[in-house]
């Protein structure tokens, strides 16, 4: 193929790709461009600690065991929540982020920036569904490659969460046996 061969495909595609996010859009705001670097930095991070468990040598196990399941569950949901939403974490998410509000004990609401970059990290670092996307699978490279020491941290993890509903359920004990 010639250069200006070349030139009129990538102009093609370049308005095919904007064609198909207008029309998926229908008027709103929706960084598809941003949604696929995410997706292509997922699968480049996915391949890598891959790609280390397989250069150690570790056996892949059969199948998870349930009580890793239920572990990397609360670790992940109790993660996701600190990474995303947790008051203390702030600081890692206000570039990418703007301050709306309190919301809930000791979490906050932010929203991502508007800007096309920042937009998506933003919604991944508020996200705390999308967030448990990525703690999951670290989660489970750290299972593969140091499984002691992440099986470890995810104990420490699910303890938190249950201290948490404790504190949730006092709280909400002494407010209805006190009114306060």
Sequence with gaps: MDTAADGRLARRLHGLLQRTQRQYAAGHDRPLGGYLAAMAGFAAYTTAWATAVRLRGRPLPDRPEPWDVVLTSVATFRLSRLLTKASVTSPLRAPFTRYVAPQG???LHEEA????ARHTVGELATCP????VWVASTLTAGQLLWPRATRTAMGALAALAGADTLQLAYSALI????GE
């Design 105 to 107: 004990p000791a979490e």
């Design 113 to 116: 920036q508007p800007e096309d």
């Design 129 to 132: 569904f999308c967030m448990s």
């Design 175 to 178: 407010e209805k046996t006190t």
